[in-house]
């Protein structure tokens, strides 16, 4: 079966530190990825997508970014955090493109002070 | 460019009252898929359904009841005979069939009071 794995679920940063978040994804091959940040009032907004092993599309630009190692694996990143990076960050799989709804995996909640 | 708008921030209604989350779309795509997800108290994001653009036939699954309307770009999300576990943050997504990412609504907290 298709699980989606994220963490930390949790995590306090303080501003100006590096930031890594990991998602694997298990029962499925090649599977579009995604992040997500949702933020209050601004519901969930795209940060960045992968249909492949080192294509990443970011769409909105920021102090974000991410990567993809291995096919399962999305990892998502900051050299410097900023307070205006908290949030709670969702990450989520899709087994085949077009159209197939998004598995979500349980968010992580980081706070940056 | 494609936009999902759902107005309403947040609404209460009393245990057994009926309840509609309102979601207009913006798409200049012919071929589109529309999504409502929930979100409990726990954060992770729970699958309701997915619509296509072509399919504007209202879906009813047990007190969830779902209209698309093409012609006013909305794709409501009525609850009927709400309980105090439908609590929770609704959103609305569209996907067009030439991209690869789902753009959601910035959301409807919904609360369901005893």
């Known amino acids: 079966s298709q699980t989606i794995h994220q963490w930390p679920a949790t995590l306090v940063q303080p501003v100006g530190s590096p930031l890594s978040l990991e998602c694997t994804v298990e029962?499925?091959?090649?599977?579009?990825l995604y992040w997500y940040r949702q933020a209050a009032g601004r519901g969930l907004q795209l940060l960045f997508y992968?249909?492949?092993?080192?294509?990443i599309s970011s769409e909105v630009p920021q102090n974000l970014s991410a990567s993809r190692p291995q096919d399962r694996q999305f990892i998502l990143s900051s050299k410097k955090l900023l307070l205006s990076d908290s949030g709670f960050y969702l990450c989520?799989?899709?087994?085949?493109?077009?159209?197939?709804?998004?598995?979500f995996g349980s968010g992580t909640q980081l706070s940056v002070l | 460019a494609q936009k999902v708008t759902q107005a309403q921030t947040e609404i209460s209604v009393v245990e057994k009252e009926d309840v509609t989350l309102d979601c207009v779309y913006e798409?200049?795509?012919?071929?589109?898929?529309l999504f409502w997800y929930k979100q409990p108290p726990s954060g992770e994001l729970v699958f309701l359904i997915r619509r296509n653009s072509f399919d504007e036939q209202n879906e009813i699954s047990g007190r969830y009841s779902w209209n698309f309307q093409k012609s006013t770009s909305s794709f409501n999300f009525t609850i009927t005979a709400s309980q105090v576990v439908d609590s929770a943050v609704y959103f609305c997504?569209?996907?067009?069939?030439?991209?690869?990412?789902?753009?959601f609504g910035t959301g409807t907290r919904l609360q369901v009071f005893p």
């Open positions: 029962g499925t091959s090649n599977p579009n």
């Open positions: 989520a799989y899709k087994p085949d493109r077009h159209n197939e709804k998004l598995f």
């Open positions: 798409t200049r795509d012919t071929t589109y898929y």
């Open positions: 997504a569209l996907e067009s069939y030439n991209t690869d990412k789902l753009i």
């Open positions: 992968s249909v492949g092993i080192g294509q």
